[in-house]
């Protein structure tokens, strides 16, 4: 075997001019992290990188490519300033008290600060899948290429549509065995957030009823990401109260885009609930092919907890785990069901907002919550594809008036075998716009609607080509993505219904 690359490691790197390092997070001590000497990844090569996520970092793509950055994205250098810990955390999982968890494959390398004036936030550098940690239990630290390339891609679709997450800066591969049901290969995803915390953080310190560390958490969000908590006169004044029902309305309307757009998260156990509501660890989720409400995208989800249409409530019932870890902070219960209320109103606004711009009206209608209803029913009826009728209405509003076209009329109607049940519903939603210009809903239809989406089998074409090191697939799909409301005619086929096998693809917790 050859001699891992780190046996003569590069030299750091250096930063863009202006930025350095801040760790914060280390900074709050011991109590809520363990340093780490990373475990070196042999004979690294860059899977793929995103030119919009390296711009956070107000890195180049030239920058990436070298080999020096090569190293620190494997694991193997650790940049001068930086500070590599695992955090620890607790959390429910499938309804379940899971007890202590913790980064058990993930090292944060520390917190990188633009420089003054660049109008940028800091972000978190976390490597995923660099080894063990004091938290991996029963796990070898490692992620597989699989799992690592749905991660990057999904991770920058998602924040391309528009929807909070964690972004993606590289994926790095070894050949570096790890094994799973299978044999398979390594690899290191480089993941980009202000902040990792997560519901299961404050979960863990209220357990073990580790008050004073609880406060410094919660004090330090509050005050990094939150600080208008500390003022707000609502729910009397108290600041963490105010901090639940602001992290409430920030994870409502993170659900709302989810079951717009057609995501399944796949895992919503409070160890996977962002601080900050952004879709955080991507492991089984799927964007719907077929429109199914009760669709389970995870293998291991036998019950169906996590099942599409049980997402919002999920994220609710997530939401007052969280709630009651920082009861011993806010200390009047009132306060805390008073915050966890606004969920019930939020969301709903929420996702009627986000709907009404899919059915292409530019505020909520009265009727709309039928019109929806109906439709929805006769997509489930029929398992419709989701992606692919949003994208045809919203071509058939704008020109099926103005400029009638049998065309495109016969391909909203095509994807239904009720062709009573979609006339019918066409009509009234042809009534629903009488008073608003067509051109206007079809353009906002258009930005909203996305025409591509990151389906499983795209997915599964990128990682069989990258498992073969063709890299180019992956590549070419980034691209289509990072544009999804754009039209791209010569990429359509990216857009096109599902292959048959797509429905025997079978993702589970593994990876
Ligand atoms: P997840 O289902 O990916 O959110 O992971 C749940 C917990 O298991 C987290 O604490 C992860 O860090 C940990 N974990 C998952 N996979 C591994 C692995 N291969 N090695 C060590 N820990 C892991
Ligand atoms: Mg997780």
Known sequence: ????????????????????????????????????????????????????????????????????WLDVLAGNTVPNGAQPLSSVYSGHQFGVWAGQLGDGRAVLLGELEPPTGHGGESQEIQLKGSGLTPYSRMGDGRAVLRSSIREFLCSEAIHALGIPTTR?????????????????????????????????????????NLHGDLRQLADFVIDRFYPQCRTDSALKGNAYANFLQAV?????????????????????????????????????????????????CNHSDNQGRYAFERQPQVAYWNLYCLGQALLPLIEEQDLAIAALETYKTVYPQAFDAAMAAK??????????????????RLMAVEH?????????LSHWTGRAIDTPNAAEDALVRDLFLDQDGITQWLLHFSELH??????????????????????????????????????????????????????????????????????????????
């Open 434 to 511: 009488t008073y608003i210009p067509r051109g206007l809903s079809a353009n906002l239809m258009l930005k909203t609607n996305p025409k591509y989406v990151l389906r499983n089998h795209l997915g599964e074409l990128a990682i069989q080509a990258a498992q073969a090191k063709d890299f180019t697939v992956l590549a070419k799909l980034q691209m289509v993505l990072a544009h999804p409301f754009d039209e791209q005619p010569e990429h359509s086929t990216y857009a096109d219904f599902p292959p048959d096998w797509a429905g025997s693809i079978a993702i589970s917790c593994s990876s």
């Open 384 to 392: 419709v594809d989701y992606s692919i009728f949003w994208r045809r």
């Open 248 to 296: 409430t309305q920030r994870t409502a309307h993170l659900l709302a885009q989810w079951q717009a757009v057609g995501f399944c998260h796949g895992v919503m156990n409070t160890d996977n609930m962002s601080i900050l509501g952004l879709t955080i660890d991507y492991g089984p989720f799927q964007f719907l092919d077929g429109f199914d409400p009760g669709h389970i």
């Open 359 to 376: 059915l292409g009206f530019p505020t909520v209608q009265n009727g709309q919550t039928d019109l929806l209803a109906d439709l929805l």
């Open 1 to 68: 075997m050859n001699a891992p690359s780190c046996a003569a490691p590069a030299l750091p790197p250096d930063l863009p001019p202006g930025w350095h390092w801040n760790n914060r997070f280390a900074a709050l001590g011991p109590a809520f992290s363990t340093p780490m000497n990373l475990q070196p990844l042999e004979q690294p090569y860059l899977v793929g990188y995103s030119p919009s996520a390296a711009s956070l970092l107000g890195l180049t793509s030239e920058a990436l490519h070298s080999p020096q």
């Open 168 to 208: 993606a800066l590289s994926v790095v591969g070894s050949d570096h065995p790890v094994y799973r049901e299978r044999p398979e290969t390594a690899a290191v995803v480089t993941r980009l957030a202000p902040s990792f915390v997560r519901f299961g953080h404050f979960e863990h310190f209220c357990h073990h």
